[in-house]
C-alpha cells in the first residue's frame, strides 16, 4: 500500500563478548568495559554504517538509529553523531533518530542539535522520544519519580524554541531560559515529525494524543500494538488531531528466505542472540 513505509532499524551491537558472558547477572549498566575493543569497534561501525547506507541504496523509506548506555546492546551512545555521519553518505532515506531520551539532556541542546541534523540533511530528520529504559536511569543519574514530568517540560522548551522566533524566555519546575534562541532552526516547517516511543502505558499514549504526534510501538506483541493504536485513533481528536497511517509506527524482526522452514533455521539463533545474550 502507498500507505506503507519501510525503515530499517540498527542497535549496533557489540557482539564479540567473552565465552563465559552468561555468567553475569545483565549486560547493561555495570558489565565492565574492561571487555570493550576499540579495534573490534571501529571494525564493527565501518560495518554497521555501510549497512545503513546499502538500505539508502535499496530504496528504504528511513534509517533508524536508536541511542543506549553502558551497554553492549548499543554502539551507539551518542545518536546524534551516528546520524551526522550519515547524512552525507546517504541520498534518499529518512534520518530517523529514535532516539535520545529527552530526560537525559539540556532540551534547548537537544533543539540544537536536531536543527542542525535536519538542515544538514536537507529536511530529512524524523526523530522519536523515549522516555528511556529503567537501565538508562542507572546510567545517567536520573531519578525516576520525576522522569515523565521532565520529559513534558522539556517538550515544552523543544517546541518553543522551534516555533517561536526568539529570543524568547522559560521559566518552569526544572528548566529556566532567559534567552531561548537557538540556532539553527529546523529546516522543516514548523519541526521535524515526531514520535513518542514507548510499550503502550496510558500514559505515553496521552502525550502523542495532546501533541498530534507519532506512536512508535516497541517491543510488545501484536494484540497489545494493536490496543495501542486503537487508544492513539480515539484520543487523537479530542485534541483536535487526525490520526492518519503515518501515526502508526511498529516494528518487526524479519528474515527472508526461500521457505518459512529455511529462514527459522537460519534465523533462530540471532534472534535467540538478540534476546538472550545482547540484552
Not at 547493561?28 to 539508502?56: C, P, T
Not at 500514559?203 to 500494538?225: D, L
Request: one cysteine or more; hydrophobic letters at 40%; a negative charge.
Amino acid at each position: 500500500q502507498d500507505d506503507l513505509q519501510f525503515y530499517t532499524f540498527h542497535f549496533m551491537h557489540y557482539t564479540d563478548l567473552p565465552k563465559d558472558h552468561k555468567k553475569y547477572d545483565s549486560l547493561w549498566v555495570d558489565f565492565s568495559n574492561s571487555h570493550f575493543d576499540a579495534k573490534k569497534g571501529h571494525a564493527f561501525y565501518q560495518r554497521y554504517m555501510n549497512e545503513m547506507i546499502l538500505a539508502d541504496k535499496l530504496g528504504y523509506d528511513g534509517l533508524a538509529l536508536n541511542e543506549h548506555h553502558n551497554t553492549v546492546y548499543s554502539l551507539n551512545p551518542v545518536v546524534t553523531i551516528m546520524a551526522a555521519a550519515l547524512i552525507p553518505q546517504t541520498h534518499h532515506a529518512k534520518i530517523c533518530v529514535f532516539g535520545v531520551p529527552l530526560n537525559l539532556e539540556m532540551p534547548n541542546r537537544l533543539a540544537e542539535a536536531y536543527a542542525m541534523l535536519d538542515v544538514m540533511s536537507n529536511g530529512r530528520l524524523e526523530i522519536a522520544l523515549p522516555l528511556g529504559t529503567g537501565m538508562e536511569y542507572w546510567a545517567n543519574s536520573i531519578n525516576p519519580a520525576v522522569a515523565r514530568a521532565r520529559f513534558r517540560e522539556g517538550l515544552v522548551v523543544m517546541l518553543q524554541a522551534w516555533t517561536q522566533d526568539g529570543p524568547t524566555s522559560y521559566d518552569g519546575d526544572y528548566y529556566s531560559y532567559r534567552y531561548l534562541n537557538p540556532w539553527p532552526r529546523p529546516m522543516q516547517k514548523p519541526h521535524p515529525k515526531i514520535a513518542i516511543v514507548g510499550t503502550g502505558s496510558p500514559e505515553t499514549v496521552q502525550i502523542a494524543a495532546e501533541r498530534g504526534f507519532a506512536y512508535s510501538s516497541v517491543f510488545v506483541p501484536i494484540v497489545a500494538q494493536e490496543k495501542t493504536f486503537a487508544k492513539l485513533r480515539e484520543e487523537m481528536p479530542k485534541y483536535g488531531h487526525e490520526f492518519t497511517p503515518d501515526k502508526a509506527i511498529f516494528n518487526a524482526i524479519v528474515y527472508v528466505a526461500e521457505t518459512d522452514e529455511i529462514a527459522e533455521r537460519e534465523c533462530k539463533e540471532h534472534v535467540q542472540f538478540f534476546f538472550e545474550d545482547a540484552t
